[in-house]
Nanobody, 121 residues
Framework: QVQLVESGGGLAQPGGSLRLTCAAS????????MGWYRQTPGKERELVAT???????TVAESAKGRFTISRENAKNTVYLQMNKLKPEDTALYYC???????????????WGQGTLVTVSS
């Protein structure tokens, strides 16, 4: 069973920076892709950025040039460095991991509980 713990959310001013961290724990599975999604009230959850175990990344157009996703495979930890923050980046940010259970190769995904990012002056 994989659990995800997020940290690093909070309040930032427009133009400021925040760094989100998501650590995966739990044995018996091999984690492939990890990533960040975000959601605001009344809207669908949307992709922000993902990264595979081979460091291949996907970044949403709204985040390109401002957000950087990185990963430490040995620690099963993924980071989201957010620079040049805008008020429209305000959202609940969720960590996501996709993994394969080693005992039977069952493929599954797991979500963190979310960390709130507020961008406001």
């Amino acid at each position: 069973q994989v659990q995800l713990v997020e940290s690093g959310g909070g309040l930032a001013q427009p133009g400021g920076s925040l760094r989100l961290t998501c650590a995966a724990s739990g044995g018996g599975s091999s984690i492939s892709a990890m990533g960040w999604y975000r959601q605001t009230p009344g809207k669908e959850r949307e992709l922000v950025a993902t990264i595979t175990s081979g460091d291949s990344t996907t970044v949403a157009e709204s985040a390109k040039g401002r957000f950087t996703i990185s990963r430490e495979n040995a620690k099963n930890t993924v980071y989201l460095q957010m620079n040049k923050l805008k008020p429209e980046d305000t959202a609940l940010y969720y960590c996501n991991a996709r993994a394969t259970r080693l005992v039977d190769y069952w493929y599954f995904e797991v979500w963190g509980q979310g960390t709130l990012v507020t961008v406001s002056s």
